[in-house]
């Protein structure tokens, strides 16, 4: 069983009462039903919540008041975003059965704009991994393939928007976490600018580099739930002070005229699949025809990506993960004193990459080695704006795979955290710039699965980003 | 006492951190209430208990206030300077890291003058205070407690950490800095300045060095220190403890020290081998503070005079001592009262001497703030005047005052009521001095007899009746000139 209307089209019968918000919630509810207990997607479906709520999406629309460009449509939220009252997991044991006082300001946009939290998805725990696998309460399987990873981290938003569980789903994205599993799972997913969507109620990873984004079946769609989430937040002083972005209304202005450059090091590298190149260069055509120009493109710097961010991340994460010390929520192991019981709280609470990371990050930081490992990588992190920088100097875009191949089985890099965390080397550099960047499905690889193009952006560079995504979308039909 | 160094052939180099409590309406980083002793737990919210996912926003006023003490203490403030985390675990600290300012704080490189010696100001940053941790059972000792309990209301208050360059040489003159600062962080509205309540800290370092030597010695850094008092004794005897050991050819091992109050002694806290690695790196969840210019004209144009010009004002325009004028402004709101009163018409020296004499004392042992005082500045002119026109003498003054202090009336009201003006009509005055000689012959005598000091002792005697006969409302000058000529002085 699937629903195929979009959630563009759903909102629009929701509020015109051609349909009830009940029913169409209800609807997603029996597909999580059937399908879940396969695929793992969800950490906590929150059917009675989403219930009600649409309730009283129904009840506006009889009244006569507009819920809202979301009105009844169902969103799954991954579950680092704070939701009150409703358990708010991180995919961690440290934090089973915290319920957050407040709710992550997305979450409220996406309601006031009539979406109903349809439930907490799965991921790697807080963030980190390329597969959900990492998820403290057990995998999540790809829709596509149940025998394949989702990618991660936030494979369960994926799974859910693939598998028709929920029309659009919010993720995070420190590294590629939204756009990875997006390609994994054959579904849009954006990773918006940095500062772009507020990061209030999103439990941190890497505050530097997370980002909250959409994902969707359509272009349009994930556009119209970006253009909700999005726009200044006086809860986040990173935010930019600016209002979300117009996408809709010049999502199908075509490509013509604009210059789109493909990014060799990202593309023609060793360890990018062939056929994963190739498909970016059937990208790459397709723009031509509608009228772009397109050509390949050095940005030399990216190809310290990788390295940059296991530095940068895990730093940030080894501060933002330290809170977790059994005094105030979540687990507590007690000890013969506080140092005790904060060792044997984390040592319980977290899983072996959080640790890794944690003691990487941790490293990093010390006296001793901070300038040699966090302040050269902040360096490079400033070569990869500057080379960025140089490139939208001459193109509009830019374009290049979202993950170096198609979905991989469970378990085949489990054993290998240095071959994992290789799934991300295409999406990290946008990451460290700050800048935007998407997934959009365009073919399959010969396994059948989908393969994923990235568009990239400069910063705030959504607009053009979306028409281009929008047209590789028209061509992969 | 502090010993110089010529005398011990040891030279003292302290440096002091002072924190200081900002007065913000709200915490450095969130909406919550800043206030002192609401019931544990109540002034929080989520994000000064840093639950998951919260984030901080910094208070605007906080930075206003970091910038008047910029002012304040001839700082240098960047175009920019940026938070930073301060990473290490404590229960209190609800983050497990507490954002402060490392390499780039607000203030930077500027002077406070002390007794007529300016003290290098190195920095001043500001950063969120801590919760507070009770420790239950074993006598409230964190090795013998049972349990402990956090309280989290403070977690968050708006701090500023002064750092002094290290140039202080002595236990005194640390108290006079820290007294300085007190007097005008106060000034500039930034703080309560209370030690007791802890709204202002001072930890010292402390290091000894041959007298003339350039390199500093090993240094000590003593914590625990509540009060001007306690400081002077932890700073006189960690100077005692470390100069016994260099003279018993010992090293001073760098390291934390405890003052202990009761115990008047110093003990070691952690070693440097111990010290936490702090792994400070930029807070991301903050951008720079980047003061514009319309914010520092708006400080620069609201800043109020400071203590030492005010000072220096007082001691010329008012002709007053330097040590009235230190004693006047070092009470809260003193200063503004007998500006008021002069203003009023009273002479300033008359003023300063009710303000600083019974007017502080009353003060003292009320312990009521100068803004409840039920007297108001032009009513202590009105007594002054009443003095200066000869309606009343001091000591009757002082019994006006003390009546104007019980409940709010002005002193005319007083005089008029209990009918105690001061007599001074000298037919009267003479008549009644008339009756007291032919009463008292034999004293009369002996004042005529005897010398100089017999003479003074029967001279008091017949005031003294005077005074009895007239209720105290003689006017003494004139009496004492009437009995003058009449015992033919």
Same mark, same amino acid.
């Given at each position: 069983?699937?629903?195929?209307?979009?959630?563009?089209? /759903?909102?629009?019968?929701?509020?015109?009462?051609?349909?009830?918000?009940?029913?169409?919630?209800?609807?997603?509810?029996?597909?999580?039903?059937?399908?879940?207990?396969?695929?793992?997607?969800?950490?906590?479906?929150?059917?009675?919540?989403?219930?009600?709520?649409?309730?009283?999406?129904?009840?506006?629309?009889?009244?006569?008041?507009?819920?809202?460009?979301?009105?009844?449509?169902?969103?799954?939220?991954?579950?680092?975003?704070?939701?009150?009252?409703?358990?708010?997991?991180?995919?961690?044991?440290? /934090?089973?059965?915290?319920?957050?006082?407040?709710?992550?300001?997305?979450?409220?946009?996406?309601?006031?704009?009539?979406?109903?939290?349809?439930?907490?998805?799965?991921?790697?725990?807080?963030?980190?991994?390329?597969?959900?696998?990492?998820?403290?309460?057990?995998?999540?399987?790809?829709?596509?393939?149940?025998?394949?990873?989702?990618?991660?981290?936030?494979?369960?938003?994926?799974?859910?928007?693939?598998?028709?569980?929920?029309?659009?789903?919010?993720?995070?994205?420190?590294?590629?976490?939204?756009?990875?599993?997006?390609?994994?799972?054959?579904?849009?997913?954006?990773?918006?600018?940095?500062?772009?969507?507020?990061?209030?109620?999103?439990?941190?990873?890497?505050?530097?580099?997370?980002?909250?984004?959409?994902?969707?079946?359509?272009?349009?769609?994930?556009?119209? /739930?970006?253009?909700?989430?999005?726009?200044?937040?006086?809860?986040?002083?990173?935010?930019?002070?600016?209002?979300?972005?117009?996408?809709?209304?010049?999502?199908?202005?075509?490509?013509?005229?604009?210059?789109?450059?493909?990014?060799?090091?990202? *593309?023609?590298?060793?360890?990018?699949?062939?056929?994963?190149?190739?498909?970016?260069?059937?990208?790459?055509?397709?723009?031509?025809?509608?009228?772009?120009?397109?050509?390949?493109?050095?940005?030399?710097?990216?190809?310290?990506?990788?390295?940059?961010?296991?530095?940068?991340?895990?730093?940030?994460?080894?501060?933002?993960?330290?809170?977790?010390?059994?005094?105030?929520?979540? /687990?507590?192991?007690?000890?013969?004193? *506080?140092?005790?019981?904060?060792?044997?709280?984390?040592?319980?609470?977290?899983?072996?990459?959080?640790?890794?990371?944690?003691?990487?990050?941790?490293?990093?930081?010390?006296?001793?080695?901070?300038?040699?490992?966090?302040?050269?990588?902040?360096?490079?992190?400033?070569?990869?704006?500057?080379?960025?920088?140089?490139?939208?100097?001459?193109?509009?875009?830019?374009?290049?795979?979202?993950?170096?191949?198609?979905?991989?089985?469970?378990?085949?890099?489990?054993?290998?955290?240095?071959?994992?965390?290789?799934?991300?080397?295409?999406?990290?550099?946008?990451?460290?710039?700050?800048?935007?960047?998407?997934?959009?499905?365009?073919?399959?690889?010969?396994?059948?699965?989908?393969?994923?193009?990235?568009?990239?952006?400069?910063?705030?560079?959504?607009?053009?980003?979306?028409?281009?995504?929008?047209?590789?979308?028209?061509?992969?039909? | 006492?502090?010993?110089?160094?010529?005398?011990?052939?040891?030279?003292?180099?302290?440096?002091?951190?002072?924190?200081?409590?900002?007065?913000?309406?709200?915490?450095?980083?969130?909406?919550?209430?800043? @206030?002192?002793?609401?019931?544990?737990?109540?002034?929080?919210?989520?994000?000064?208990? &840093?639950?998951?996912?919260?984030?901080?926003?910094?208070?605007?006023?906080?930075?206003?206030? +970091?910038?008047?003490?910029?002012?304040?203490?001839?700082?240098?403030?960047?175009?920019?300077?940026?938070?930073? =985390?301060?990473?290490?675990?404590?229960?209190?600290?609800?983050?497990?890291?507490?954002?402060? $300012?490392?390499?780039?704080?607000?203030?930077?490189?500027?002077?406070?003058?002390?007794?007529? @010696?300016?003290?290098?100001?190195?920095?001043?940053?500001?950063?969120?205070?801590?919760?507070?941790?009770?420790?239950?059972?074993?006598? &409230?000792?964190?090795?013998? +407690?049972?349990?402990?309990?956090?309280?989290?209301?403070?977690?968050?208050?708006?701090?500023?950490?002064?750092?002094?360059?290290?140039?202080?040489?002595?236990?005194?003159?640390?108290?006079?800095?820290?007294?300085?600062?007190?007097?005008?962080?106060?000034?500039?509205?930034?703080?309560?300045?209370?030690?007791?309540?802890?709204?202002?800290?001072?930890?010292?370092?402390?290091?000894?060095?041959?007298?003339?030597?350039?390199?500093?010695?090993?240094?000590?850094?003593?914590?625990?220190?509540?009060?001007?008092?306690?400081?002077?004794?932890?700073?006189?005897?960690?100077?005692?403890?470390?100069?016994?050991?260099?003279?018993?050819?010992? #090293?001073?091992? %760098?390291?934390?020290?405890?003052?202990?109050?009761?115990?008047?002694?110093?003990?070691?806290?952690?070693?440097?081998?111990?010290?936490?690695?702090?792994?400070?790196?930029? !807070?991301?969840?903050?951008?720079?503070?980047?003061?514009?210019?319309?914010? #520092?004209?708006?400080?620069?144009?609201?800043?109020? !005079?400071?203590?030492?010009?005010? =000072?220096?004002?007082?001691?010329?325009?008012?002709?007053?001592?330097? %040590?009235?004028?230190?004693?006047?402004?070092?009470?809260?709101?003193?200063?503004?009262?007998?500006?008021?009163?002069?203003?009023?018409?009273?002479?300033?020296?008359?003023?300063?001497?009710?303000?600083?004499?019974?007017?502080?004392?009353?003060?003292?042992?009320?312990?009521?703030?100068?803004?409840?005082?039920?007297?108001?500045?032009?009513?202590?002119?009105?007594?002054?005047?009443?003095?200066?026109?000869?309606?009343?003498? #001091?000591?009757?003054?002082?019994?006006?005052?003390?009546?104007?202090?019980?409940?709010?009336?002005?002193?005319?009201?007083?005089?008029?009521?209990?009918?105690?003006?001061?007599?001074?009509?000298?037919?009267?005055?003479?008549?009644?001095?008339?009756?007291?000689?032919?009463?008292?012959? !034999?004293?009369?005598?002996?004042?005529?007899?005897?010398? !100089?000091?017999? =003479?003074?002792?029967?001279?008091?005697?017949?005031?003294?009746?005077?005074?009895?006969?007239?209720?105290?409302?003689?006017?003494? $000058?004139?009496?004492? #000139?009437?009995?003058?000529?009449?015992?033919?002085?």
């Amino acid at each position: 069983m699937t629903v195929a209307a979009s959630a563009t089209e /759903l909102a629009a019968a929701v509020r015109a009462g051609e349909r009830s918000a009940r029913e169409v919630v209800d609807e997603h509810l029996a597909v999580i039903d059937a399908r879940d207990p396969e695929l793992h997607a969800f950490l906590h479906v929150m059917a009675d919540e989403a219930r009600a709520q649409a309730d009283e999406v129904d009840a506006a629309v009889r009244d006569g008041r507009d819920p809202g460009p979301l009105a009844g449509v169902p969103v799954a939220l991954k579950d680092v975003l704070c939701t009150r009252g409703i358990p708010t997991t991180c995919g961690s044991r440290i /934090l089973e059965g915290w319920r957050p006082p407040y709710t992550a300001t997305v979450v409220d946009r996406v309601r006031a704009a009539g979406g109903i939290a349809i439930g907490k998805t799965n991921l790697d725990e807080f963030a980190m991994g390329s597969s959900t696998e990492n998820s403290a309460y057990g995998p999540t399987r790809n829709p596509r393939d149940p025998s394949r990873v989702p990618g991660g981290s936030s494979g369960g938003s994926a799974a859910a928007v693939g598998a028709g569980m929920a029309p659009l789903a919010l993720g995070t994205d420190t590294g590629g976490s939204v756009r990875q599993p997006a390609a994994f799972c054959g579904v849009v997913g954006v990773k918006p600018t940095y500062g772009r969507v507020s990061r209030y109620g999103l439990v941190a990873f890497a505050s530097s580099l997370d980002q909250v984004g959409p994902f969707a079946n359509t272009v349009a769609d994930a556009a119209v /739930l970006l253009e909700v989430i999005g726009g200044h937040d006086v809860m986040d002083s990173t935010s930019v002070r600016q209002p979300a972005p117009a996408l809709l209304s010049q999502l199908d202005d075509g490509v013509d005229g604009l210059r789109v450059g493909i990014v060799e090091e990202l *593309t023609d590298a060793d360890g990018i699949d062939n056929e994963v190149a190739a498909a970016i260069d059937d990208a790459g055509r397709a723009l031509e025809k509608a009228g772009a120009t397109v050509d390949r493109v050095s940005v030399p710097a990216t190809t310290y990506g990788l390295s940059a961010y296991y530095l940068i991340a895990p730093a940030e994460a080894s501060s933002n993960l330290a809170r977790y010390d059994g005094v105030r929520y979540g /687990l507590r192991i007690d000890g013969r004193d *506080t140092a005790t019981m904060n060792a044997e709280t984390r040592d319980a609470g977290f899983g072996p990459e959080v640790k890794r990371r944690i003691i990487l990050g941790t490293y990093a930081l010390s006296a001793g080695y901070y300038d040699a490992y966090y302040g050269t990588a902040q360096r490079v992190r400033t070569l990869i704006i500057r080379d960025f920088e140089r490139a939208y100097g001459s193109f509009d875009v830019l374009l290049s795979p979202t993950a170096p191949s198609t979905a991989f089985a469970l378990d085949a890099k489990t054993a290998n955290p240095l071959e994992m965390y290789l799934s991300d080397v295409c999406t990290i550099p946008s990451s460290l710039a700050g800048h935007a960047a998407m997934n959009v499905p365009f073919g399959a690889g010969a396994d059948g699965l989908p393969i994923g193009v990235q568009v990239l952006a400069p910063s705030l560079g959504e607009p053009v980003m979306f028409r281009v995504a929008q047209a590789i979308e028209a061509a992969a039909q | 006492m502090s010993t110089t160094a010529t005398a011990t052939g040891w030279e003292t180099v302290v440096g002091l951190e002072v924190h200081c409590e900002l007065a913000t309406v709200t915490k450095l980083f969130c909406g919550c209430a800043n @206030t002192f002793g609401a019931e544990p737990n109540t002034n929080i919210c989520p994000v000064c208990l &840093g639950l998951p996912g919260s984030l901080p926003v910094l208070n605007e006023r906080a930075v206003e206030f +970091a910038l008047r003490v910029g002012e304040a203490l001839h700082c240098d403030v960047p175009e920019r300077s940026i938070f930073a =985390r301060k990473n290490y675990f404590y229960p209190d600290m609800p983050k497990d890291y507490q954002i402060s $300012q490392y390499d780039t704080p607000i203030c930077v490189d500027g002077w406070l003058e002390v007794d007529g @010696t300016r003290v290098g100001i190195e920095r001043a940053h500001m950063e969120e205070d801590t919760g507070k941790t009770l420790h239950v059972g074993g006598g &409230g000792r964190i090795h013998e +407690a049972d349990h402990s309990l956090v309280d989290y209301n403070r977690a968050g208050l708006p701090l500023m950490e002064i750092v002094s360059r290290p140039d202080i040489r002595d236990a005194e003159q640390a108290r006079a800095y820290v007294s300085e600062l007190r007097g005008l962080l106060e000034a500039i509205g930034v703080s309560d300045v209370k030690m007791e309540e802890g709204s202002l800290r001072v930890d010292a370092n402390v290091s000894l060095r041959p007298a003339g030597a350039e390199e500093f010695g090993t240094k000590v850094e003593v914590k625990n220190m509540n009060s001007l008092r306690s400081l002077g004794h932890a700073l006189d005897y960690e100077v005692t403890r470390q100069r016994e050991l260099l003279e018993a050819g010992e #090293r001073i091992a %760098q390291e934390t020290r405890h003052w202990d109050e009761d115990g008047g002694v110093t003990s070691s806290l952690r070693s440097k081998e111990e010290a936490f690695d702090y792994r400070y790196f930029p !807070e991301p969840d903050l951008v720079p503070v980047a003061p514009d210019a319309e914010m #520092r004209a708006r400080v620069q144009s609201s800043m109020p !005079e400071l203590p030492a010009a005010r =000072r220096a004002r007082l001691v010329a325009d008012w002709g007053i001592a330097e %040590q009235d004028a230190r004693v006047l402004l070092s009470t809260p709101g003193l200063g503004e009262y007998a500006e008021a009163a002069v203003a009023a018409g009273a002479a300033p020296k008359d003023v300063v001497n009710w303000c600083t004499g019974d007017l502080l004392g009353y003060l003292n042992e009320s312990g009521l703030a100068v803004g409840a005082l039920p007297l108001a500045p032009d009513g202590l002119a009105e007594l002054i005047e009443l003095v200066a026109d000869g309606t009343l003498s #001091r000591p009757l003054a002082k019994d006006v005052l003390a009546e104007c202090l019980l409940e709010p009336k002005r002193p005319r009201e007083v005089v008029d009521e209990r009918g105690i003006a001061q007599v001074s009509d000298e037919g009267e005055l003479g008549d009644l001095l008339d009756g007291i000689l032919a009463a008292h012959p !034999e004293d009369v005598a002996e004042y005529r007899a005897g010398d !100089e000091k017999a =003479r003074k002792k029967k001279n008091g005697f017949f005031m003294g009746e005077a005074m009895k006969a007239t209720k105290g409302s003689g006017n003494p $000058q004139l009496l004492a #000139r009437l009995l003058k000529e009449r015992l033919g002085g």
